[in-house]
T-cell receptor
């Protein structure tokens, strides 16, 4: 069973701080990794994709990937109350099955 | 460009009735997925279509659930003899191909009374 694990949270951070969200996965053959944000009552929204080891930055968001450790993370700098949401980690299943395996999500709460 | 669209956005139905949910993927996306999300829960994979290949139905919870897709176009998810535990948001997503980003539609909120 290929799995993606995330802490359910809630992760509570003060406004302006860095929020660090973590994800581990079991499928060593996975090649692509995604972070989605889901506000309450809304559908998941893609915020980052990463395919190579290292860091990828987009505005206040940085995705980090370490395939050897089977670990992917999302950093949110200068966290804002509007960042409060559930963050879903998704990992492509290897073997050409074209499926994304989703973690259960980490709930982030940014307090003023 | 246009995103994934779903209809209806909300559906209230009586227990025992059949419902049909529709998904219009992004043009050119060969892969289409259906998920279910119960209140406060994670995404539950239901079924996925890849072009003209046989669909992966491994996530369908019972034989009351079925889905169709013709080629790379619209998909319909049908739930027969609805039960109260079918109440959830049904999400559709599409993807251009392996390793590409997957985009979600706004979902259909189904309430079975």
């Amino acid at each position: 069973q290929k799995e993606v694990e995330q802490n359910s949270g809630p992760l509570s951070v003060p406004e302006g701080a860095i929020a660090s969200l973590n994800c581990t996965y079991s499928d060593r053959g996975s090649q692509s990794f995604f972070w989605y944000r889901q506000y309450s009552g809304k559908s998941p929204e893609l915020i980052m994709s990463i395919y190579s080891n290292g860091d990828k930055e987009d505005g206040r968001f940085t995705a980090q990937l370490n395939k050897a450790s089977q670990y992917v993370s999302l950093l949110i700098r200068d966290s804002q109350p509007s960042d409060s949401a559930t963050y879903l980690c998704a990992v492509s299943s290897s073997g050409g099955y074209n499926k994304l395996i989703f973690g259960a999500g980490t709930r982030l709460a940014v307090h003023p | 460009g246009a995103g994934v669209s779903q209809s209806p956005s909300n559906k209230v139905t009586e227990k025992g009735k059949d419902v049909e949910l529709r998904c219009d993927p992004i043009s050119g996306h060969t892969a289409l997925y259906w998920y279910r999300q119960r209140l406060g829960q994670g995404l539950e994979f239901l079924i996925y279509f890849q072009g003209n290949s046989a669909p992966d139905k491994s996530g369908l919870p019972s034989d009351r659930f079925s889905a169709e897709r013709t080629g790379e176009s619209v998909s319909t998810l049908t739930i027969q003899r609805t039960q109260q535990e079918d109440s959830a948001v049904y999400l559709c997503a599409s993807r251009y191909g392996p390793d590409y980003e997957q985009y979600f539609g706004p979902g259909t909120r189904l309430t079975v009374t």
